[in-house]
């Protein structure tokens, strides 16, 4: 067989090969529902129901923090609220008896409405002693002890959504005469045999100077089994493919 029969032979069995590469680009999984969440008050960490790697549901308890001082300050204010508004109706009554002027009565409504202001940020407070889960998910790490004293605005709890995942893919710029919002895709995970079915949901309008590359964002079925951080192969099948 002669050597341009041979360099033929090679050609072909290459193209196709290289044809379905053409249509395939590296996807890594993320979560569309990730968070650090911080305290809000100053206080002991008093119990931590749940640790790194353990699932939750939405409302669920994930940092319980020592409310005492708190509620006290309510109750405190709540006295007060109770007193202000005793006050305020002795004084409208007086009033109408004209033993008082107006501007009495003024002053005794401005300080219930004050006292009612403060009992609100007190309760606020108390609220605030146990962060609940804005959705379900997973704990991804824990910061901090229990027992521990927190101030304002320390990272806590570190969590991820597990329902609404996307795909984020990089692929050549030029692409874009064929990609649409809406296409269908599949994702082929590494270490995993069976493929996953996503649909492009955006498409990012701007082009990488350098790589001459667009970022996509696809979305995923709720019902997949997937992780956030896995890395995988996006597939697509192009309307010029064939």
């Known amino acids: ?13 290459l193209l196709p090969a290289t044809a379905l590469a053409e249509y395939e680009a590296r996807a890594v999984i ?9 305290g809000e008050l100053a206080a002991r960490v008093e119990r931590l129901p749940v640790r790194a790697g353990e699932a939750f549901a939405k409302g669920d308890p994930l940092v319980e923090l020592d409310c005492a001082l ?21 004084a409208r009554e007086l009033r109408s008896f004209n033993s008082i002027g107006e501007v009495d009565v ?9 006292s009612l202001a403060e009992l609100n940020i ?5 609220q ?8 379900d998910g997973r704990v991804v790490g824990v910061r901090v002890n229990a027992h521990e004293n927190i101030r304002q605005q320390q990272e806590l ?13 990089v692929v050549p710029a030029g692409w874009l005469s064929w990609l649409e919002t809406g296409q269908s895709l599949q994702l082929q995970v590494d270490g995993h045999d069976e493929a996953a079915v996503a649909q492009v949901s955006a498409i990012i309008p701007a ?23 896995m890395s995988a192969t996006a597939v697509f099948n192009a309307p010029n493919a064939q």
């Open 1 to 13: 067989m002669s050597r341009r029969l041979l360099s033929s032979l090679a050609v072909a069995l």
């Open 122 to 126: 007190a309760r606020l407070n108390t």
């Open 30 to 38: 993320k979560a569309l529902d990730r968070a650090v969440l911080s």
């Open 207 to 229: 082009i990488d100077a350098v790589s001459q590359t667009v970022l996509l964002r696809a979305s995923l079925s709720q019902d997949t089994q997937l992780i956030p951080g």
């Open 157 to 169: 709890i570190e969590i991820v959504g597990d329902r609404q995942l996307e795909a984020e893919i």
């Open 106 to 114: 003024a002053l005794a409504q401005s300080e219930y409405a004050q």
């Open 128 to 135: 605030r002693c146990t962060i609940k889960a804005p959705w």
């Open 70 to 90: 708190y509620k006290a300050q309510a109750e405190k204010v709540s006295a007060e609220v109770r007193a202000a508004k005793i006050k305020r109706d002795n």
